[in-house]
């Protein structure tokens, strides 16, 4: 499974941003998700979303971010409002499927400036 994301990027605090992740559409794919990984961190689950809809978020996330998926185009978003500095990471995708693998996109860059 390919995972492509996107919508990374430098804003303000305050700000918004979305990410998409487009995954190969051959493929049956169950949990979705973002995580992120800061400098000299660890990565951390932002959001995860399943085929059926259930999501969880991270606590630092809730009420600012929005996972949301299209099954038909194997893509999940994420929609990041009211953003802060310590949102600052490269955020990933991955893919979980029926088999029990993960696969993980090639990150993106997000920069929330103060």
């Known amino acids: 499974v390919q995972l492509q994301a996107s919508g990374g990027g430098l804003v303000q605090a305050g700000g918004s941003l979305r990410l998409s992740c487009a995954a190969s559409?051959?493929?049956?794919?169950?949990?979705m998700g973002w995580y992120r990984q800061a400098p000299g961190k660890q990565r951390e689950l932002a959001a995860v979303i399943t085929n059926s809809g259930r999501i969880a978020y991270a606590d630092s996330v809730k009420g600012r971010f929005t996972i949301s998926r299209d099954n038909g185009k194997n893509t999940v978003y994420l929609q990041m409002n009211s953003l802060k500095p310590e949102d600052t990471a490269v955020y990933y995708c991955n893919a979980g499927v029926p088999s029990g693998n993960i696969y993980w996109g090639q990150g993106t860059q997000v920069t929330v400036s103060s």
């Open positions: 559409r051959m493929f049956v794919i169950n949990t």
